[in-house]
């Protein structure tokens, strides 16, 4: 059992940036992919980006690549997502997941957090 905690969100005028955390509990939390989502108002859940177990792969959505970038302190059970140059289109629920293999389908995240309001602002 993993417990992930978001938090960071807020309100933010476009071309501002923002960063997101996401604390994990458990003792295997280096053992997992952790990834971050997001979801608008009568949308999909979207994948953002995703970082392997020890950190070394990356991987984006290409709405976001060169904008975003995530990482993660192992020491820390901690997961971070760095938003720069954001835009209203960015405007959305985050969400922080873990999976046990390399996946950008929701349905394949095993453990999610509450979730944290991202507002861009034209």
């Known amino acids: 059992q993993v417990h992930v905690v978001e938090a960071g969100g807020g309100l933010v005028q476009a071309g501002g940036s923002l960063r997101l955390s996401c604390e994990a509990s458990?003792?295997?939390?280096?053992?997992?992919?952790m990834g971050w989502f997001r979801q608008a108002p009568g949308k999909e859940r979207e994948f953002v980006a995703s970082?392997?177990?020890?950190?070394?792969?990356?991987y984006y959505a290409d709405s976001v690549k060169g904008r975003f970038t995530i990482s993660r302190d192992n020491a820390k059970n901690t997961v971070y997502l760095q938003m720069n140059s954001l835009r209203p289109e960015d405007t959305a629920v985050y969400y922080c997941?873990?999976?046990?293999?390399?996946?950008?389908?929701?349905?394949?995240?095993?453990?999610w957090g509450q979730g944290t309001q991202v507002t861009v602002s034209s």
């Open positions: 997941a873990a999976a046990q293999k390399y996946t950008v389908q929701p349905a394949d995240y095993d453990y």
């Open positions: 458990g003792r295997t939390f280096r053992s997992y992919l």
């Open positions: 970082i392997s177990p020890s950190g070394r792969s990356k």
